[in-house]
């Protein structure tokens, strides 16, 4: 157990409809980082957030957003989902704010949009 | 372009030592290079982590020449628990520190 709690862990969900997904990190963890897992793309960086701050974005689309509340959970918002939104989405978190470093990952949450 | 290869698969036997190499030709001086093992249906695991020559812990070594350009993972002494997918992982400072996985390597280790 990485200490990282993601929630749900399974989501299905139709085109076009909104989600959210949550993160808890490890107690004392500063650092939050959302990825997206799909077997065509690989593992893809979306965001990074630091102490409620936005540190680093990568391939994150418009359609999504995330934010990191004070008490340090992240969640992830996924809007006007599309079929290719289907993947695995994982949550890792670390103490300090330099990335990459020694991150622990949850187990994800498996959406899929039908 | 900030990008990372690494090979699509590797065999390898057990007792063996198994090497995996990923290239990453635009790294910065003081990027770093993450390496990360995951199992099927489980979040990626830190394995080792370093920016130059060489790092070891009790699980791996990790090789960084002096260009940088690529860096190679030493797994000794592979076990049948050691089969998984491998990736490494840079943040291009430059592209505003955006973390970049490789395509990942699965690493299948017989008897």
């Known amino acids: 157990d990485s200490g990282v709690t993601q929630t749900p862990k399974h989501l299905i969900t139709a085109t076009g409809q909104r989600v959210t997904l949550r993160c808890s990190p490890r107690s004392g963890d500063l650092s939050v980082y959302w990825y997206q897992q799909s077997l065509d793309q690989g593992l893809q960086f979306l965001i990074h957030?630091?102490?409620?701050?936005?540190?680093a974005k990568g391939n994150i689309l418009e359609r999504f957003s995330a934010q990191q509340f004070p008490d340090l959970h992240s969640e992830l918002n996924l809007s006007s989902l599309e079929l290719g939104d289907s993947a695995l989405y994982f949550c890792a978190s670390s103490v300090d704010s330099r990335a990459p470093t020694e991150a622990f990952f949850g187990q994800g949450t498996r959406l899929t949009v039908v | 372009l900030a990008k990372t290869t690494q090979p699509v698969s590797m065999d390898s036997y057990e007792g063996q030592e198994v090497n995996i190499t990923c290239s990453h030709n635009n790294i910065a001086t003081n990027d770093y290079i993450t390496w990360y093992q995951q199992f099927p249906s489980q979040g990626p695991r830190f394995i080792i982590q370093g920016y130059k020559t060489k790092v070891t812990n009790e699980v791996a070594s990790l090789f960084i020449p002096a260009d940088r350009k690529s860096s190679t993972l030493s797994l000794p002494r592979v076990s049948l628990s050691d089969t998984a997918v491998y990736y490494c992982l840079v943040g291009f400072k430059a592209a505003g520190n955006k973390l970049t996985f490789g395509g990942g390597t699965r690493v299948l280790v017989k008897p």
């Open positions: 957030y630091y102490n409620g701050e936005e540190r």
